[in-house]
C-alpha cells in the first residue's frame, strides 16, 4: 500500500536551510518544490519552496522524518 505523505507547508519555515527531513530519508522519498508553478529555481525566494513526497512507492513508513522535523510539519500514513 502507499503511503499518504503530508507536510504542513506553515509548519515548514525554510526547508531549503533545514533540509533534515531530505538527508534523514533513507529512501530518498522527499524531495524539494516550489509553490511557484514553472519559475526556476534560482528564480525563486526561500519562502516559495515546500517539501513534497516525490517517490511515495519507495517510503517504507520508518518515521525518522517525522520524528526528526523540528516544526512537526510532516505526517505519514498508511
Ligand atoms: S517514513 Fe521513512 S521512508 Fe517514508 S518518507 Fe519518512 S523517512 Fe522516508
Ligand atoms: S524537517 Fe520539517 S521543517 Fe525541516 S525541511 Fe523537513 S518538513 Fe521542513
Do not use: W, Y
Request: glycine share 8%.
Amino acid at each position: 500500500m502507499l503511503a499518504t505523505i503530508t507536510v504542513k507547508d506553515e509548519k515548514c519555515n525554510n526547508p531549503l536551510s533545514c533540509r533534515k527531513c531530505l538527508l534523514v530519508c533513507p529512501m530518498g522519498v522527499l524531495g524539494l518544490g516550489t509553490n511557484v508553478g514553472t519559475r526556476k529555481f534560482k528564480e525563486t525566494e526561500p519562502e516559495h519552496f515546500i517539501v513534497r513526497g516525490v517517490r511515495i512507492d519507495k517510503c517504507t513508513g520508518c518515521m525518522e522524518c517525522v520524528e526528526i522535523c523540528p516544526g512537526n510539519a510532516i505526517q505519514v500514513s498508511f
